[in-house]
């Protein structure tokens, strides 16, 4: 071994001892006869000592050392001298006085500094990402990961489950997003597929009869990218047979505990977790994953407004929208301009504009305040719970447009406000979900979940008679305002699993080819079972408490799907094209 301790080890209890280290220069202090260089390796700094007067030799080795170079010393280890000690660092009570020292290997001048928390581009950060990986705030990340991943382990197999591998190159069949496809050498003009999910494969291992199955899984979803989303990801797949709903949500929550638990300055809000239906997250908060670290709900006033004198709120109400509002605290102060940045912001969710009203020492300013009588706004003002100081965001359109507007406007204005805390991670569960939903462009229903979700037991013949009123045996954990997981209760019986298809718009013969290895296991006693999966690199960037999934991932892409450190994706030659049957026609 290069190394007989690591740089985060040494303490005083081992003061006069000789040891070995080696690490990359964290940073290089020369005051002109002692020179001092911090050590660096993935378990902290150590302070080494280059003393000219005791070794000459291995001060002058010094001199030529900069920040980066990977070097190994030997030394003894010395207490500080009194009111030296560093109370930042673990070893900060003790130094090296090094004897000898190798240079191991050379450092160009990195081209970001590693040892300082500094803005870097990101582009720059992701093409030169071994460097980026340096710095300590990646590598604490990378080390959570690694945490949660054991901490997940540890706790399925705590609870009898059993790690099953699935493979990658599977079947394409339409799951909700685009796949990756992979050409096949041995079978000309046939393709593999990447797994979105390995939602199938699970299933059948319950009806292969192992009852608690999980998998940290890869899984590839050919989608345009945004900050918690990645072309290639990982998630923990469970499934579990002979279970109900209650089962998944009473298993799932103790291991969410554990997790937080690995992170001594996280806390849960609440423990049971709050559950809300769909129905209620919707109406509440706009979304179906609220983040419930702060009120300010939704308030329905289409009751008030649908005869009132202002044409666009009684127009919504009578051809079946709504209009609903948002209190912000303490915002009566908006200006012209931050009004019409809100405005701007409802027209990104489809809504056609907003309406608002500030409530002043002098009474309401408001752009529709000439519509309605002082008795009028006041009672509207009194419903949302306005007082003096507030401001009042009203949206008026569908209700889907409404709740995703006034639930963006929501969003925006709690982190304008700072209204929640960082440090706590509020886990929800969202249930009764839709099972399927319109689908305006392809003019069908589609799965809101996927197409193996079960119905409630109660819907089961409104999947022939009244498709969009079927509610799911589905649930999602939420946190923060993000999705952490989903899982549902799966369809089991063969029939049941053609009457979806059926109301997807997949018929009996599109299903036996894209589905027949389904079908035909549910002729084989297929047993009871459901699951979840949860999006590991979502969960462990709001463990860390990181902006984007980037931020712990070891090798992630950029929003383009772009891998800046080895250029992928890539050109291949016309001699793997041959191989795999395939002629590029790039005009068209």
Not at 20 to 34: C, S
Not at 110 to 124: A, H, K, M, Q, T
Not at 234 to 246: A, G, N, R, W, Y
Request: charged share 25%.
């Amino acid at each position: 071994m290069y190394k007989t301790h690591t740089c985060g080890q040494l303490r005083l209890s081992d003061a006069g001892s000789t040891v070995t280290l080696a690490g990359w220069v964290h940073r290089r202090r020369d005051h002109g006869n002692l020179i001092f260089i911090d050590l660096r390796d993935r378990w902290g700094l150590t302070q080494i000592v280059f003393n000219p007067d005791t070794n000459p030799d291995a001060h002058s080795v010094a001199q030529s050392v900069r920040n980066e170079y990977v070097i190994q010393v030997t030394g003894i280890v010395n207490a500080r001298p009194e009111g030296l000690s560093n109370n930042n660092l673990d070893t900060g009570d003790i130094e090296v006085i090094v004897q000898t020292i190798h240079i191991l290997n050379e450092s160009k001048t990195p081209v970001f500094y590693i040892n300082e928390e500094s803005d870097v581009d990101e582009s720059l950060r992701l093409k030169y990402r071994y460097l980026d990986l340096r710095r300590p705030r990646m590598q604490h990340n990378l080390v959570l990961r690694h945490q949660v991943c054991a901490g997940i382990r540890n706790y399925l197999n705590d609870n009898d489950f059993v790690e099953i591998e699935t493979p990658i190159l599977i079947k394409s069949t339409p799951e909700g997003a685009r796949d990756y496809v992979v050409p096949s050498r041995l079978h000309e003009g046939k393709f593999y597929a990447l797994p979105q999910s390995p939602q199938q494969l699970k299933q059948l291992l319950m009806v292969a009869g192992f009852e608690r199955y999980y998998q940290i899984a890869r899984c590839f979803r050919d989608e345009d990218q945004r900050a918690d989303r990645q072309p290639e990801f990982t998630q923990l797949d469970l499934e579990m047979s002979f279970i109900e709903q209650e089962d998944i949500l009473q298993l799932m929550e103790p291991m969410f505990v554990k997790l937080v638990e690995l992170i001594p300055e996280k806390h849960i809000r609440q423990v049971p977790f709050p559950r809300f239906t769909y129905d209620e997250a919707m109406d509440r908060y706009g979304s179906d994953k609220p983040d419930i670290r702060f009120e300010m709900f939704l308030i329905d006033l289409s009751e008030l407004v649908a005869d009132c004198g202002f044409r666009v709120f009684s127009e919504a109400v009578a051809t079946g929208g709504q209009v609903k509002a948002i209190c912000v605290p303490g915002c009566a102060d908006y200006t012209r301009r931050q009004l019409d940045e809100l405005t701007e912001i409802t027209k990104t969710y489809g809504a056609k504009g907003m309406a608002w009203a500030a409530v002043n020492d002098e009474g309401v300013r408001s752009s529709i305040t000439k519509f309605f009588s002082e008795e009028e706004m006041a009672t509207i003002l009194e419903r949302v719970g306005a007082l003096t100081g507030d401001l009042v965001l009203f949206v008026a359109d569908t209700k889907m447009v409404v709740a995703a507007a006034l639930g963006g406007l929501r969003s925006e204005m709690g982190k304008r406000l700072h209204l929640t805390e960082k440090d706590e991670l509020a886990f929800a569960w969202v249930t009764d979900f839709p099972l399927l939903e319109w689908n305006e462009e392809e003019g069908r229903y589609t799965a809101m979940h996927h197409p193996f979700t079960s119905p409630a037991d109660t819907d089961v013949e409104l999947l022939t008679t009244d498709p969009g009123k079927t509610k799911a045996k589905a649930y999602d954990i939420v946190a923060n305002g993000y999705e952490v997981g989903g899982g549902s209760i799966r369809i089991y019986r063969r029939e049941v699993q053609r009457a979806m298809f059926r109301a997807i718009g997949i018929d009996d013969v599109q299903a036996q080819e894209q589905f027949g290895h389904m079908l035909e296991a549910f002729e084989y006693g297929a047993p009871p079972h459901g699951g979840i999966a949860l999006g590991l690199d979502r969960l462990v960037m709001l463990l860390a408490g990181e902006p984007n999934i980037r931020e712990v991932l070891a090798f992630p892409k950029t929003q383009s799907a772009v891998d800046l450190m080895t250029q992928a994706p890539s050109s291949i030659s016309e001699r793997q094209l041959k191989d795999l049957h395939i002629k590029l026609d790039l005009d068209d």
